[in-house]
């Protein structure tokens, strides 16, 4: 079974441009969250899909959106970039099945983004 | 709001030794759940081993076992016989499922950088 992708892998903006981040989870699973991964910030949760609902938000401003599809793809968006956002977007893929194996959520490589 | 702390940024350790990375949270949940994750290199973060609060028997995944001490809010991993390729960051991690189905975020400690010897 093909593991969490993610694309772009590399992407370079600048300031105030906007970008649109792409993850197709695992076959079958239906949640998706995104975190941003930075050296000072560590890991911080941006949001969690499941079923094209966002189910849940992290404390980040509303420049990051995002969406997702009945094929449970997910996208997140940035807009008006600021260099600040330059990181490491993962995203991870769980079954939301219920019960025991739903707990785990599988990463995918990650998109670092860099905004000069 | 849940806080994971890790007090180690960077250890390393000889080739086949054991080594111990520490990790404690803050929570006023009773039911939650605790995971180490380990990112390689420009690699993939894949799960090490989860903990339930709820199970008093520490987990083990072959050579990774954890020490839970609830009371003390403390979720130790222990890697034994260590190996090159378990050079990675570790991240510890806490979770609190609210709903039967879907996921909850996920709350990271900063990670410690752990690099094996040869």
């Known amino acids: 079974k093909a593991g969490v992708t993610q694309t772009p892998r590399y992407l370079i903006k600048t300031r105030g441009q906007q970008v649109t981040l792409s993850c197709s989870p695992i076959?079958?699973?239906?949640?998706v969250s995104w975190y941003q991964q930075t050296p000072g910030q560590g890991l911080q949760f941006l949001f969690e899909?499941?079923?094209?609902?966002?189910?849940n938000k992290g404390n980040f401003p509303g420049r990051f959106s995002g969406r997702q599809f009945s094929n449970s793809r997910s996208e997140m968006n940035v807009s008006t970039l600021e260099l600040g956002d330059s990181a490491l977007y993962l995203c991870?893929?769980?079954?939301?099945?219920?019960?025991?194996?739903?707990?785990?959520?599988?990463f995918g490589p990650g998109t670092r983004l860099t905004v000069l | 709001a849940q806080t994971v702390t890790q007090s180690q940024p960077e250890m390393s350790v000889q080739e086949a030794e054991t080594v111990t990375l520490s990790c404690t949270y803050d929570?006023?949940?009773?039911?939650?759940?605790l995971f180490w994750y380990k990112q390689p290199p420009s690699r993939q973060m894949i799960l090490v081993i989860r903990?339930?609060?709820?199970?008093?028997q520490n987990a083990t995944e072959n050579r990774f076992s954890v020490n839970f001490q609830k009371a003390a809010k403390s979720f130790s991993l222990k890697i034994s016989d260590s190996q090159l390729g378990d050079t990675a960051m570790y991240f510890c991690?806490?979770?609190?499922?609210?709903?039967?189905?879907?996921?909850?975020?996920?709350?990271f400690g900063t990670g410690t950088r752990l690099t094996i010897i040869p």
């Open positions: 991870a893929s769980s079954p939301g099945r219920g019960g025991y194996s739903r707990d785990e959520q599988f």
């Open positions: 076959s079958g699973h239906r949640s």
């Open positions: 899909y499941f079923s094209e609902t966002q189910r």
């Open positions: 929570t006023s949940e009773s039911n939650y759940y």
């Open positions: 903990q339930e609060a709820y199970k008093q």
């Open positions: 991690a806490f979770m609190t499922p609210r709903s039967n189905f879907g996921n909850e975020k996920l709350t």
